[in-house]
Nanobody, 115 residues
Framework: QVQLVESGGGLVQPGGSLRLSCAAS????????MGWYRQAPGKQRELVAT???????NYADSVKGRFTISRDNAKNTVYLQMNSLKPDDTAVYYC?????????WGKGTLVTVSS
């Protein structure tokens, strides 16, 4: 069973930065996309950013220009660099890896943006 482990969450002041990482416990083949989603208290889970096997990226409008997604295919790892963080970015961030026929999720890492 493949496990995804997120790291890098924490408490940061508004305007600050964090870098999230997500690593798979073993090699995953036939990956289509890797991505990050988030769920704020009382809200539904929403897409933050995705990156395809070819490197094409997609971002939620709310994070464009502030967040950058990247991946290391050899390590089956995906990253999310978050800059200029706002209180509205407070949420549990989940890693996702999607292959042909399988959808893997991490358990989430909490990001809190507060002064």
């Amino acid at each position: 069973q493949v496990q995804l482990v997120e790291s890098g969450g924490g408490l940061v002041q508004p305007g600050g930065s964090l870098r999230l990482s997500c690593a798979a416990s073993r090699r995953i083949f036939s990956i289509n996309t890797m991505g990050w989603y988030r769920q704020a208290p009382g809200k539904q889970r929403e897409l933050v950013a995705t990156i395809t096997n070819g490197g094409s990226t997609n971002y939620a409008d709310s994070v464009k220009g502030r967040f950058t997604i990247s991946r290391d295919n050899a390590k089956n790892t995906v990253y999310l660099q978050m800059n200029s963080l706002k209180p509205d970015d407070t949420a549990v961030y989940y890693c996702n890896i999607r292959t042909v026929g399988m959808d893997y999720w991490g358990k989430g890492t909490l990001v809190t943006v507060s002064s």
